[in-house]
């Protein structure tokens, strides 16, 4: 099974740029999408960036602002944010999800934009 840990979230200005970062352990048979959602209070996880089968998606309100990346070898997948606003705020979650099914979600990096 898959574990994730996220790290780099934290407190900005609006305008300022910020990287999370996500690392996988343990054993998977394949990884098939990597991923970042969040969630802020009173509304629904929604997905952020996804990156599968060599091509990127973004939500339309992150798009030209966020870019992820990822590395099959080190399991990692990152997002870089740029140009943060205050509705970015958020809690941060990555995920994985693999060829046999197997979805595994880290467990969140708070990220506080402020005006």
């Known amino acids: 099974q898959l574990q994730l840990t996220e790290s780099g979230g934290g407190s900005v200005l609006a305008g300022e740029s910020l990287t999370l970062s996500c690392a996988a352990s343990g054993t998977a048979f394949g990884i098939n999408s990597m991923g970042w959602f969040r969630q802020s209070p009173g509304k629904t996880r929604e997905m952020v960036a996804m990156?599968?089968?060599?091509?990127?998606r973004y939500a339309n309100s992150v798009k030209g602002r966020f870019t992820i990346t990822r590395s099959l070898e080190t399991m990692t997948v990152d997002l870089q944010m740029n140009n943060r606003k205050p509705e970015d705020t958020a809690v941060y979650y990555c995920k994985f999800s693999t060829l046999s099914a197997e979805e595994a979600w880290g467990p969140g990096t708070q990220v506080t934009v402020s005006s």
């Open positions: 990156v599968g089968g060599g091509a990127a």
